[in-house]
Each structure stands twice: as structure tokens, then as C-alpha cells.
């Protein structure tokens, strides 16, 4: 079978020949892949480079400055139609030899120049036609990663509400709340016996219904606010596949971005968000731990070590990935709102969560916090009623793990939720009373060092506890009892 990767295919070969001769000079197995891993991102970053200088060039040499000849627009529409033709190209290839899931998309060296071409071409269209473009190609790759049947659930249920959305009799915010609520549970009830007849359908539909849900209820929210309630709009929020699953932007911040004005196109920053996700992502898998080595190992200081070392290398993962996941977006002229950023660097429970799926924690913010009253009053309860939202919201997917799911599946989650809402709850209380634990004469380096060491000691159970399966319930209660050094 050909390569899935058209243009990476011209590389692999010198690749391969590297990792022979560095094998053939005996050296680590693990440092071969590691140098060759490096090589890897230095030729991406190459790639990256030379597209997104390509296409500013065509951009300059195409945008109308005053008077343009005649001669000028021929050779602008030539290069326009090139443009189209090698991403047509490219396209008809990943129809042709498909990748696997759609994360891997984003690291395909000819997915990331169809970006770049067709992106480029697509900004000497009309904003509809752009607009439709974009939703029919999120279609395809949406589709692609979770299946027909699926899509057709989750997406055709989502259009139903749209449409019950502009039924004049049904305006007000109880009918809204009502009809929409009604639409929502009945696409999580026809998912619900999808699982008797084919588990992995269901699983991917639920994984796509997770992400459906809160934009959808955030389209409505706004549309019933005033914004715009067009079609195109609405289609273009929903499935823009770089966010499609991950992602949770409320749509008064999107459309303000992407569907409204001129698009955003910024091919410096596209190219270092490409390079520096690809760095990320090459670090991560350098550092070897897993979920699963972790919940064996018994001995407290051990595990305290080995939960810090996954969460550094889970953090190095997804911000690597969603770093080339926006410089993608880039490439088609759409800004998206950070999301796994500064993971690292986090100094307090509350910097954390607007750093790890931020998407998400303004999400709630919005909808959640601030018409609860926000921090103006009863701002802890606010707080958790947050995670507690967020915590049912994860535990929608853990019936769709097992066909006989039992209360101890959702235990993880369930401590998950209650510990992050005490952290934070705990540092705004922490912060309201100005305590000062270190000496005023600490260092500020040694200050900042244990601050983000702690926050990180307590972001851990993020990438542990929220992995717990149905298949992996029982080691719950062992790990507990490890990490208070029980065991």
C-alpha cells in the first residue's frame, strides 16, 4: 500500500537510510529514533517554511493596492488557478490513499499544503462561498474519523434543533430551553442502542455528541442573544474540523473571529505554530510513561514521581498538537481560541483550567459561573456547580466503554470533579487572605518553582483519573491508597 503521506513519502527514504547508519554504529535504539524524530520536525519545519513564504508571496503579488492593469489580474487569476489545481491535487490523493484518525491529519506534510493552497485560494472568494467550502471539506474529514452512521446521528439531530430554533411559535426561553433539551436528549437516546449492535459506532458518536452539544447550546444561547442565526454560519461553527472534536468555542468569540470580516490569515504565525507543535509532540514522545505502567506501580514516592512525569509528557502532547491544530486553522484564515496552553507554566489551580482545555472553562465561565452570579456572589458555590457540570459532561462517555456499566465506573470522575473544585475554590479563598507561606525574602524563582510544582502535583490526577475505564476500575482504589501511602 502507497504511502498515506504523498510528500513525506520523498523524504522517508533518506530517513530510513539514516536510522541505518546510525543503528550500524551501534548506537540506542531509543537515541536513533530520538535523532531521527528531530531530523523529522527540522524537514517539517522546512516544509512549513518554504509553504507559508509561498503563500505570502502569492498573497502580495495578488492583493490590489490602487489601479491594477490588466496584465496584473491575468497573471494574479493564473496564479489563483495553480493555487487551486495543486490543492485540488492533494485533496483528490487523501481521497484516494486516507489516513487514519483526524489527529494524525494535521501532521501529514500534503494535508498541511492543501491547507496552504487551498486556503490561499479560497481568500479570492466571497465569505459565503468560503464559508460553504470550508463546511463541505469539514464534512468529508468529519465523517471520515467518525463514520456515517455517527455523523448522520449526531449532526442530522444538531439540524433539527436549528430548525426548531426559527419556529416563530417557539421564541421564547422556556419553548427554546424545552424543544432544544428535547433534541439533545433524543440524539444521546438514539446513540444509547447503538451500543448493543455496534460498540465503536456508539463510542465515536458519543465522542462527536460531547463537542455537538456544547456549541450547539452555546449557537443557541447567542442566536437567541441577537447574533446571527444564518445557516452557513451555523453549519461553519458546528463541523470547521480542525475544532471539531477538542474544542468548545462559544460562538459570539468565533463569529466574531472567523465568519465575520475579512478571514485571518497570518502565515508567520501559522508556521510557528506548526514548528513549535511539532517540537512539542517530538519532546512527548521522547519521555516514556503511560497511564497503564503508572496504576501498577505501588510504592508512594515512585508513583508521585511517575504521575509528574506523564503529566509532563501528556502536557508536551496536547499542546503540541493543538498548537499545529491552530497553525492549520491559520492556513485557512480562521483564528481559534487557545486551548492547551502554558500548561507547564501554571502557577494556581485556576491558571491551570484556563490553560488545559480552555476552550471548555470559558465555556463554562459563560454559561455556567457568571449567570450563576460569577464572583459577585456565592462565587464558590458558582465555581462548583461548574466542575459539576463539567463532571457530568465526562460522564456521559463511560456508559459507551462497557455494555454493563456499574457505579464504580464513575467514581474516577466523580473525585476528578470534587478534587479540582476544592483546588481552586481552595486558591481563591487562598488569594482572598493574602497568606504568605514562604519567608517575603524567598526568591521569586524559587517562589514561582513551588508554586508551579504544586499546581502541577494537583493537575496530575487530570491525566490519571479522567484515563480510568471501565476495564481499569478495579486498580482505582489501589492507586488511591499508593499515592497516600497506604499500599
Known amino acids: 500500500m502507497p504511502n498515506a503521506d504523498l510528500l513525506h513519502s520523498i523524504v522517508q527514504p533518506v530517513n530510513d537510510r539514516l536510522s541505518a547508519l546510525l543503528a550500524a554504529y551501534q548506537w540506542h535504539p531509543k537515541l536513533v529514533g530520538a535523532s531521527v524524530g528531530l531530523v523529522q520536525v527540522g524537514e517539517t519545519a522546512l516544509l512549513v517554511g518554504a509553504l507559508c513564504a509561498t503563500c505570502a508571496a502569492l498573497e502580495a503579488a495578488t492583493s490590489s493596492g490602487g489601479e491594477v492593469r490588466r496584465d496584473e489580474w491575468r497573471a494574479a487569476d493564473a496564479l489563483f488557478a495553480a493555487a487551486a489545481m495543486v490543492a485540488l491535487a492533494l485533496f483528490v490523493w487523501s481521497v484516494r490513499i486516507p489516513g487514519g484518525d483526524i489527529t494524525g491529519l494535521f501532521e501529514r506534510w500534503d494535508h498541511i499544503a492543501f491547507c496552504a493552497f487551498a486556503g490561499y485560494a479560497l481568500s479570492r472568494t466571497s465569505t459565503d462561498v468560503r464559508k460553504w467550502t470550508l463546511t463541505t471539506l469539514s464534512v468529508y474529514f468529519v465523517m471520515h474519523h467518525t463514520g456515517w452512521l455517527p455523523f448522520v446521528v449526531v449532526m442530522g439531530g444538531a439540524l433539527l434543533g436549528y430548525v426548531l430554533l426559527r419556529v416563530p411559535a417557539a421564541e421564547g426561553p422556556w419553548p427554546t430551553a424545552l424543544l432544544q433539551g428535547a433534541v439533545l436528549l433524543g440524539i444521546f437516546g438514539v446513540t444509547w442502542p447503538m451500543r448493543t449492535s455496534n460498540l465503536l459506532a456508539a463510542l465515536r458518536a458519543q465522542g462527536a455528541f460531547g463537542f455537538v452539544l456544547l456549541r450547539h447550546i452555546s449557537f443557541v444561547v447567542e442566536a437567541r442573544r441577537g447574533r446571527s442565526a444564518r445557516l452557513t454560519d451555523y453549519l461553519c461553527y458546528m463541523l470547521f474540523y480542525p475544532s471539531f472534536i477538542g474544542a468548545s468555542e462559544i460562538y459570539s468569540e468565533f463569529s466574531d473571529r472567523n465568519l465575520n470580516g475579512k478571514p485571518n490569515y497570518d502565515y508567520r504565525a501559522a508556521a510557528i505554530k506548526l514548528i513549535l507543535g511539532q517540537l512539542q509532540l517530538w519532546a512527548s514522545f521522547q519521555i516514556e510513561m503511560s497511564f497503564s505502567q503508572v496504576i501498577q506501580i505501588r510504592y508512594a514516592p515512585v508513583l508521585w514521581l511517575s504521575v509528574l512525569v506523564l503529566f509532563v509528557r501528556s502536557s508536551l502532547f496536547v499542546m503540541g498538537l493543538w498548537a499545529t491544530i491552530e497553525g492549520v486553522a491559520l492556513l485557512w484564515g480562521f483564528r481559534l481560541r487557545p486551548n492547551f496552553a502554558g500548561i507547564l507554566t501554571c502557577e ?105 510544582l504544586l499546581t502541577a502535583c494537583v493537575s496530575t490526577f487530570t491525566v490519571t483519573l479522567l484515563d480510568f475505564r471501565p476495564n481499569t476500575t478495579a486498580l482505582f482504589l489501589p492507586f488511591i491508597r499508593s499515592l497516600l501511602g497506604l499500599e
Open 348 to 452: 494556581n489551580p485556576a491558571q491551570f483550567w484556563h490553560s488545559w482545555r480552555g476552550t471548555m472553562t470559558n465555556w463554562l465561565v459563560h454559561y455556567v459561573y457568571i449567570p450563576l452570579g460569577g464572583n459577585r456572589r456565592l462565587q464558590y458555590r458558582n465555581i462548583a456547580a461548574a466542575f459539576a457540570v463539567s463532571t457530568a459532561w465526562h460522564w456521559m462517555g463511560v456508559p459507551f466503554f462497557t455494555l454493563q456499566p456499574v457505579l464504580a465506573d464513575f467514581a474516577p470522575i466523580a473525585l476528578w470533579g470534587a478534587l479540582n473544585a476544592c483546588a481552586v475554590v481552595g486558591y481563591v479563598a487562598w488569594r482572598r487572605r493574602n497568606v504568605q507561606v514562604l519567608p517575603a525574602q524567598t526568591p521569586t524563582f524559587v517562589r514561582r518553582g513551588a508554586k508551579i
